[in-house]
């Protein structure tokens, strides 16, 4: 078998919350584990998944035949045909397609490309050297398609994500006493709702009590929607059913734990996610016999073959009346969600791909030091968090932080790293290290045959001390008269030849000694071909959220107001905050221009040696508004933070922005400039170009529901971007 170096991922959209995205993620997570690189790329991908999927284009840079290209399939695309006929060796995981005959009359878009999807399942199976799917219902699909070698591996499903407090206003409406069934799944006729409905009624005849909760997008239910909405009228059910929508995890986590008794009537499943998710949630099942159902749901629910409403009502009075029947199918339940574990799926993957002919190495720990700044900085706490974030997942990390620009310490801490270190993963910046020690304490680490990860923070020519001394060099002044500057050209010459000649040394070095290096952002993506053209060394992906240094966030209303009193803020307005040290690039004046006369505005940070100046100008323009507020004690900036409403990052430029994790991981909606350093995040808040736009932008998100959809996409960046899932990726394939 051959070692897996690469398996990186393709689906045409991917969002996060659906089966098929969070497959992705799931099995991503699992590679990175194994020490194997793993890349999501999407013809579109949505806000709230931007951070962590590249574009498709991109694909055609994945040259090297040490690894696999996965092509997931559940749906027809314009893209999915290019793909196939690329030269990466590839894999199908396919996720089964919805039968074009569901959208006809609904759907036209839907239906064409169902059509379209089934065909390139012909191109893809005939492309690819093997494939899997998430059921055997749909591994038979596969295999008819014409894909010689295939196997079973369910769809990976990340738990975490449902041990949430449940939405409290959900809660309150299921914590009656009244029987709650529940159907999860998107308003379309192969979910059969309206069998679900027909059921619902013949059940109510004797619990006529009972509510039923349809939770699923309507998007793309067309008629669909107005058909069951007359259904339901017709059969005097208008105060009994509910059509709750797209909801949000905490929603979703509400009303799996509130209802009493879970119903899915489907017609064509490929999987059954909702199945799996009811289960871990001790709700009983019914369930209609369709697709991959039977196999999903094992002996763990009441399975039906005919699906009668007086048939489907029946067994909705057992799992709902009969206690022994709850206790038994709940005890199934358990044991049923087990058989679909992380660790169980990752070993159907490795077999999976060992069954192609591919290695997956297993998972260990590994012996990793962390070196970076040991002085309180935005990268120091970053390092922290990434170290931390390894130690979540299982690696023994040593921490080692070195004062900036110390030769000698940087030296000193270097005997510290052991040689049975297995990786050392350095965090740099300009200011903490020198250009020539850096490159000396490389080789010494090469030498010792240590492997490095370089993590370069705001990569570019002008970051490095040779290239500043030849740009110098080359824009000197003259100083005499015309002959004697003559003979002063060939001198320059020579010293321009000099810093040159050590500039691209130093740069080589330290593009060809670390096994790996990093960049966070695609500003200093661009300037990665200096150090090295090797694209099998290069990566680039956000910085992980990290946490306020000493700040512990408000629990609740009560203690984000007691905190605002600690601070002299007032309790009962809308409050935005701009962090940071007071740099002319980041426009604070013009923030205090934007400000609403109804809320309150904390500039929070320090002047900075390198703009004294701007510093004062932001002092003179905040007189101007008695609803600015200055804060320039360091050890309350978190504070400050934790006690604010909304970031407000109207930067004129940036590589990538650690205040903008930290508003994350605070919880924090944000509003951006278009700074491309800011375009992973935009799921937390609007993106401004003008002062206009920005006030705008700041009386509008002080509205409920404009601030509580921020809300969502700070929540999902949160955990998507949290240490503990994206650690391991500055291991994987080193």
């Not at 009075?317 to 799926?345: C, I, N, P, T, Y």
């Not at 670390?514 to 680039?540: C, I, N």
Request: proline residues 5%.
């Amino acid at each position: 078998m051959e070692r897996l170096h690469f398996a990186h991922q393709f689906h045409p959209v991917v969002a996060y919350g659906d089966a098929v995205g969070n497959d992705c993620f799931e099995l991503q997570r699992m590679f990175w584990s194994s020490g194997v690189r793993s890349d999501l790329f999407a013809w579109e991908a949505k806000p709230e998944v931007r951070a962590l999927v590249r574009d498709w284009k991109d694909l055609e840079r994945v040259v090297s035949r040490d690894g696999l290209l996965l092509v997931h399939h559940s749906m027809g695309n314009d893209t999915v045909s290019e793909v196939a006929k690329l030269p990466a060796r590839k894999a199908v995981v396919y996720h089964n397609i919805t039968p074009a005959k569901y959208f006809e009359g609904l759907n036209e878009h839907a239906r064409r490309y169902a059509e379209v999807g089934r065909e390139q399942l012909l191109e893809l199976a005939k492309s690819a050297e093997f494939g899997f799917a998430d059921s055997e219902y749909n591994r038979r699909e596969l295999a008819e398609a014409g894909c010689a070698n295939t196997a079973v591996v369910p769809i990976a499903i990340d738990w975490e994500q449902f041990d949430v407090a449940p939405d409290p206003k959900v809660a309150r409406a299921l914590a009656d006493e009244r029987t709650a069934i529940l159907a999860v799944g998107q308003i379309l006729p192969q979910k059969a709702i309206h069998d679900v409905i027909a059921s619902f009624a013949a059940y109510r005849t004797s619990d006529q009590g009972a509510r039923l909760y349809l939770v699923g997008s309507t998007a793309m239910s067309g008629q669909y929607l107005a058909q069951l909405q007359q259904q339901i009228a017709k059969l005097g059910l208008d105060d009994a059913v509910t059509f709750a929508g797209s909801v949000t995890i905490e929603q979703l986590v509400a009303y799996y734990r509130g209802a009493t008794a879970f119903l899915t009537l489907s017609d064509h499943e490929g999987f059954c996610v909702p199945l799996l998710e009811a289960m871990r949630s001790d709700l009983p099942i019914v369930a209609h016999a369709a697709g991959a159902i039977p196999e999903t749901l094992g002996d763990a629910g009441v399975l039906l073959e005919e699906k009668s409403p007086s048939a489907v009502a029946a067994a909705l009075e057992r799992v709902v009346r009969d206690q022994a029947v709850r206790k038994d199918l709940l005890e199934k339940g358990h044991r049923r969600v087990d058989e679909f574990s992380r660790e169980k799926v990752a070993g159907r993957l490795k077999l999976a791909l060992a069954q192609g002919g591919w290695d997956l190495p297993t998972p260990r720990s590994k012996r990793v030091v962390v070196l970076s700044s040991d002085q309180r900085c935005g990268i120091h706490h970053y390092s922290l968090a990434v170290s931390e974030g390894l130690r979540e997942r299982g690696h023994q990390v040593t921490f080692v932080g070195v004062r900036h620009l110390d030769t000698a310490d940087l030296n000193k801490k270097l005997r510290y790293i052991g040689r049975r270190t297995d990786v050392v993963l350095i965090e740099h910046e300009a200011g903490i290290f020198r250009d020539v020690p850096f490159v000396r304490a490389l080789l010494s680490l090469w030498r010792r045959r240590l492997p490095v990860v370089l993590s370069m923070h705001e990569l570019e020519p002008e970051k490095f001390h040779h290239y500043r001394r030849l740009s110098a060099a080359l824009h000197y002044r003259p100083r005499y008269a015309w002959p004697l500057e003559m003979l002063r050209i060939p001198w320059v010459g020579l010293r321009l030849a000099n810093w040159f000649f050590r500039y691209r040394v130093i740069l080589t070095l330290m593009g060809s000694l670390p096994r790996k290096l990093v960049v966070h952002s695609p500003r200093s993506e661009r300037w990665l071909e200096l150090l090295t053209g090797d694209e099998t060394k290069r990566e680039r992906f956000p910085l992980p959220i990290m946490p306020l240094e000493s700040t512990v966030l408000p629990h609740d209303a009560d203690e984000k107001r007691r905190l605002r009193a600690k601070f002299g803020l007032p309790t009962d307005k809308f409050i935005f905050i701009s962090p940071g040290f007071f740099f002319a690039r980041k426009r604070y004046i013009e923030v205090i221009d934007a400000l609403p006369e109804d809320a309150v505005l904390v500039l929070s940070g320090t002047r900075s040696d390198w703009e004294p100046r701007y510093f004062d100008e932001v002092m003179e323009a905040a007189k101007r508004k008695k609803n600015v507020v200055i804060n320039t004690e360091y050890d309350t900036m978190g504070q400050y933070v934790a006690a604010s409403d909304c970031v407000v990052l109207f930067y004129e430029d940036v590589f990538q922005s650690a205040v903008v994790t930290q508003a994350v991981w605070a919880g924090l909606p944000c509003i951006f400039s278009p700074a491309e350093g800011f375009a992973p995040y935009h799921a937390a808040g609007p993106v401004v170009r003008s002062v206009d736009d920005l006030a705008r932008a700041m009386r509008d998100i002080q509205k409920p529901e404009t601030y509580a959809s921020y809300a969502r996409g700070v929540g999902i960046l949160r955990r998507l971007l949290s240490p503990e899932r994206n650690a391991e990726r500055y291991l994987a394939g080193v």
